[in-house]
T-cell receptor, first 115, second 112 residues
Framework: DTGVSQDPRHKITKRGQNVTFRCDPI?????LYWYRQTLGQGPEFLTY????????KSRLLSDRFSAERPKGSFSTLEIQRTEQGDSAMYLC?????????????FGSGTRLTVV | GIQVEQSPPDLILQEGANSTLRCNFS?????LQWFHQNPWGQLINLFY???GTKQNGRLSATTVATERYSLLYISSSQTTDSGVYFC??????????????FGRGTQLTVWP
């Protein structure tokens, strides 16, 4: 297993376009998280999946954002009608789950630039 | 929500020097992790340390949960230690299992 994979690594899009990012977690991990990181800040929570169920969404996740995790495997994050304020690094992480939450494994992130 | 404050915000060292990074948090936590973000943006988990002391090579960390702070020690720093170090916590009684709150990080630059 090569860890958490994210695709694409970079995305440049014009304002108003839709974009979709993919995250492949570590195969035995049943918890998956999306975070967003802007320049000079720490990552901020967006949403969380336990298997295929999306259990929480941050208020940062406006109606233009949607995330899915079909069959509890990979996850996608879609942003519709992108705005310049959406420019950020989008990070995915997975953990095994269970009572004790050990260290996260993050992917390399998708850097989105909206022009 | 819980507040996480890291200090110093920036740290510049010469290779071989030692350093201490601090993380203060405002409420009780279940989980505290230290991460290193390299210049390419990859976040690497360094320690899972809700309490106590751990060591891994030149790095060690101590969390005093009752006083709500954690320290990351880097000894004999190397240029490859450069990057941003983040502290992240999961508050006790949080609504989202495993949700981490990050500080703003310490930007470490190590010169040869």
């Amino acid at each position: 297993d090569t860890g958490v994979s994210q695709d694409p690594r970079h995305k440049i899009t014009k304002r108003g376009q839709n974009v979709t990012f993919r995250c492949d977690p570590i195969s035995e991990h049943n918890r998956l998280y999306w975070y967003r990181q802007t320049l000079g800040q720490g990552p901020e929570f967006l949403t969380y999946f336990q298997n295929e169920a999306q259990l929480e969404k941050s208020r940062l996740l406006s109606d233009r954002f949607s995330a899915e995790r079909p069959k509890g495997s990979f996850s996608t994050l879609e942003i519709q009608r992108t705005e310049q304020g959406d420019s950020a690094m989008y990070l995915c992480a997975s953990t095994p789950g269970g009572q004790v939450n050990y260290g996260y494994t993050f992917g390399s992130g998708t850097r989105l630039t909206v022009v | 929500g819980i507040q996480v404050e890291q200090s110093p915000p920036d740290l510049i060292l010469q290779e071989g020097a030692n350093s201490t990074l601090r993380c203060n948090f405002s409420d009780s936590v279940n989980n505290l992790q230290w991460f290193h973000q390299n210049p390419w943006g990859q976040l690497i988990n360094l320690f899972y340390i809700p309490s106590g002391t751990k060591q891994n090579g030149r790095l060690s960390a101590t969390t005093v949960a009752t006083e709500r702070y954690s320290l990351l020690y880097i000894s004999s720093s190397q240029t490859t230690d450069s990057g941003v170090y983040f502290c992240a916590v999961e508050p006790q009684g949080g609504s989202t299992l495993g949700r981490l709150y990050f500080g703003r990080g310490t930007q470490l630059t190590v010169w040869p």
